[in-house]
């Protein structure tokens, strides 16, 4: 969170695995209820109706903002940071993003829904917390967690985003992003972890739990059967093959071009696939778009004299 004239910027990366900040990662999970639920724990309580965070999977939607959800988690995002501070009460500037190829299409009403309410009022976690949010700004996916580190990409340089849902390309070309060259695939890490469930019951009748294939893809490695474990690592090596594969397609060449990789999904790079190191560049920080949303959010306010 950054401040700029007593107001809050905060960053928000709406992935559809996590919600991050520039200090924060939790599931983007939400149980809606009309009476308050047995487990308390991470519950928001909104205009009368309780939200338990952190609570079961959303489904991967091409439009973050055709239900109330990601708003919810959006308010869940403001005060875990707001909360770091010791504040309870703000001026808030929301600085989002979504992936390469879909910004200019659905930025408006992005824009729109995240600004719907420019006065809140809810609890979390047993605070109660008042929010003014004075704007919000829509910014590309990936690109921005690179934005403030333009000076190292002399040359040619492909940026891979992995997330949970998409992964984004982009050339970027003597530190200058190359719009003509952009592209949005729905080839993230949820896709990977469908495939060692059906994987796992087509080769061992078995089941994983969803935070064992996460430990899996996370750290290459899990406390299980040794015939079990070699199927989900050889069906996520697979799974990788096809990042690459994918790359190519979009005219990465490894021998002409520097691969810089952010999101989550860079652990799938690290753990299962063959690179050259020298040449390959995974950067770990899965808040580092969110982090960068803020970044740019300051600058431009910056140049334009503050929020309105």
């Given at each position: ?122 609890t979390f976690r047993n605070t ?145 696939a063959e690179y050259d190191s ?31």
């Amino acid at each position: 969170m950054k401040t700029m004239n007593n107001t809050k910027i905060i960053g928000i990366d709406h992935g559809y695995g996590n919600m991050k900040t520039a200090n924060c990662c939790f599931p983007t999970g939400v149980l809606k209820s009309n009476t308050e639920p047995v487990f308390t724990g991470d519950l928001l309580v909104w205009e009368g109706r309780y939200y338990s965070i952190d609570v079961g999977h959303k489904e991967f939607t091409a439009n973050k903002f055709s239900d109330e959800e990601y708003y919810v988690l959006t308010l869940a995002a403001i005060a875990r940071e707001l909360r770091r501070e010791q504040l309870t009460e703000a001026r808030v500037f929301i600085a989002a993003g979504l992936p390469l190829t879909w910004v200019s299409e659905q930025k408006t009403e992005f824009k729109d829904y995240l600004l719907q309410h420019r006065e809140v009022e809810f609890t979390f976690r047993n605070t109660s917390y008042h929010i003014q949010i004075v704007g919000a700004e829509i910014y590309p996916q990936g690109f921005a967690a690179v934005a403030d580190k333009l000076s190292e990409f002399g040359g040619v340089n492909m940026l891979c985003d992995i997330g949970n849902g998409t992964m984004n390309l982009l050339r970027i070309v003597n530190r200058k992003p190359d719009p003509q060259r952009m592209f949005t695939e729905k080839y993230g890490t949820h896709q990977c972890a469908l495939l060692v469930r059906e994987q796992m019951m087509k080769c061992h009748h078995a089941t994983l739990d969803d935070e064992v294939i996460t430990e899996i893809l996370k750290r290459g490695a899990e406390d299980m059967d040794g015939e079990y474990l070699k199927t989900a690592l050889d069906t996520a090596r697979a799974y990788t093959a096809g990042i690459f594969r994918r790359l190519r397609e979009h005219e990465y060449d490894p021998k002409l071009m520097k691969l810089y990789v952010v999101g989550g999904g860079g652990c799938l790079i690290r753990n299962f696939a063959e690179y050259d190191s020298s040449r390959v560049f995974i950067n770990e920080d899965i808040c580092a778009t969110a982090k960068g949303y803020e970044h740019v959010a300051l600058v431009t306010l910056k140049r334009n004299g503050g929020a309105a």
